[in-house]
């Protein structure tokens, strides 16, 4: 789809593009009907201004946004803490927002002239990815799953867990386990792009034991140890920390031993994970890695050059749960 530009407003409301600049930019007297006119236009094309045209300008706000599909995640509460230690010494001030779909929601996101954005990379934000890239905001993609190119310049940073998940699963192979069960993530469902799931079904030598299906930590803790009765794992490599620390206490509750009986490893190497007893084995993101990428690949799309893609990677924090 064409982008809806300054000159189609103006054409549309049988003004100069520089009467639409003093409208949206609500720094000029304009009469009444004009602004009318215009206001009308913008509607009814739908048009969003150029967040970097209007940065170059002087007007930039020294504001970066990470926007995510899960608030709760402590992976992505210790990455905007990253961000903001990192933004403070450049002068900024960071924000963290949910995900959404809606045009309401896109069109507010690309009215406040953010001076850049990090963004969760799934599948489900592909649309929210491209009208930021279209609209000239500096994007930065973090991938998590296999994605098709966007159109337009934009950075790209592979964090590294696909093949972390691969070594993963090899760690726990070698501790003498043989039946490898993976841990879905609440209210999705499964998906063979997604770099965490992908690499289990690659790198599993048992039969691959799945549970999924869960949309809140009471089910997730009856699917767990439904799972175990009817397959007898004996190790979890779960989506994520919080999917492992439930997953883990929800079989002690049964009499099921960590890691004696199961294993438990999850993703993310969050400090709740090294906060339990026993303290939990973990795939840990490199989180300052991604913020000081992130600048770097602004700093180019900034100055009109596409960043080249960054493939991090991620680090096996060892604990109890596997020993």
Not at 12 to 20: K, L, Q, S
Not at 43 to 57: C, F, H, S, V
Request: glycine letters at 6%; hydrophobic letters at 35%; one cysteine or more.
């Amino acid at each position: 789809m064409k982008k809806v530009t300054r000159a189609d407003v103006a054409a549309d409301a049988g003004v100069t593009p520089t009467i639409v600049s003093f409208v949206v930019n609500n720094n000029r007297y304009v009469s009444k009907e004009k602004r009318k006119r215009v206001l009308e236009s913008i509607e009814k094309l739908g048009y969003i201004p150029d967040a970097t045209a209007r940065a170059l300008k002087g007007k930039s706000s020294g504001h970066i946004l990470l926007l995510i599909n899960n608030l709760h995640s402590p992976h992505y509460l210790e990455l905007i803490d990253e961000i903001e230690n990192q933004s403070f010494s450049r002068g900024c001030i960071a924000s963290l927002c949910r995900m959404r779909k809606d045009d309401d929601f896109l069109k507010n996101i690309l009215s406040r002239n953010y001076d850049a954005v990090l963004m969760d990379g799934g599948n489900s934000s592909r649309n929210v990815a491209q009208a930021l890239i279209s609209s000239g905001t500096p994007t930065v993609v973090l991938q998590s799953s296999v994605l098709e190119k966007f159109d337009g310049q934009y950075g790209l940073i592979d964090t590294g867990l696909y093949e972390g998940t691969k070594d993963c699963i090899e760690r726990i192979y070698d501790k003498g386990r043989k039946k490898v069960a993976y841990v879905h993530r609440m209210n999705h469902g499964l998906d063979d792009r997604d770099y965490r799931y992908k690499g289990y079904l690659d790198s599993v030598k048992n039969e691959p034991i799945i549970i999924s299906g869960h949309t809140n930590n009471e089910e997730l803790s009856k699917n767990v140890v439904e799972a175990y009765e009817k397959y007898h794992f004996d190790a979890l490599f779960c989506r994520d920390d919080n999917l492992a620390i439930t997953s883990l206490f929800a079989l002690e509750r049964k009499m099921i031993k960590i890691p004696q009986d199961v294993s438990v490893v999850g993703v993310d190497g969050t400090k709740n994970g090294r906060e339990i007893n026993p303290t939990l084995a973990s795939l840990r993101i490199d989180r300052a890695s991604i913020v000081s990428t992130f600048f770097d690949q602004v700093e180019k799309l900034k100055k009109g050059e596409t960043p080249e893609s960054v493939v991090l990677k991620s680090e096996f924090m060892d604990g109890e749960s596997l020993s």
